[in-house]
């Protein structure tokens, strides 16, 4: 890099810099499989990435009650790999209801992956937890 002054005289000296490199190589992410059915109040989903260009930046997850639902963000910029879905946020559970999960990465160039599109990455039907009471009883002598 060299600089020219108004009257057309280059300046002697020069500064080196670069190479650049521009990063056009989209990340990927991809969520780990769900147990077709999750018994509990609460659902773990789980993910990974990975990026071979400027590295991995963040993650956007997207959710889906049902199979006929609407696909809504669930985490925008997330850097963790993991994270609670319930009971109550970011939507209330409903047992025996099927959850569909879905994930993007997004690289440190701001390069961003696709929706998964269709079912996502991973489903899981959930179930709530089974409370048992026993109740003993005595019988009374006539």
């Known amino acids: 890099l060299r600089t020219r002054g108004a009257a057309g005289n280059w300046n002697a000296g020069a500064v080196h810099l670069g190479p650049f490199l521009i990063d056009t190589i989209v990340p990927y992410c991809e969520m780990i499989r769900l147990p077709e059915e999750t018994v509990g109040l609460s659902v773990m989903p789980s993910w990974y990435g990975d990026d071979r260009g400027s ?8 959710c ?10 669930w985490l925008t910029a997330a850097t963790e790999t993991q994270a609670a879905f319930g009971p109550y946020a ?14 993007q990465a997004r690289d440190a160039a701001g390069n961003l992956e696709a929706w998964p599109g269709g079912d996502g990455d991973t489903f899981t039907r959930v179930i709530f937890n089974r409370a048992f009471l026993l109740i003993a ?3 009374q002598a006539p």
């Open 55 to 62: 590295g991995l930046a963040n993650f956007d997850l997207l």
């Open 64 to 73: 889906r009650a049902g199979a006929d639902g609407t696909w809504t963000p």
């Open 90 to 103: 970011p939507v209330a559970l409903t047992p025996g209801q099927t959850y569909y999960f879905g994930c």
């Open 137 to 139: 009883s005595r019988g």
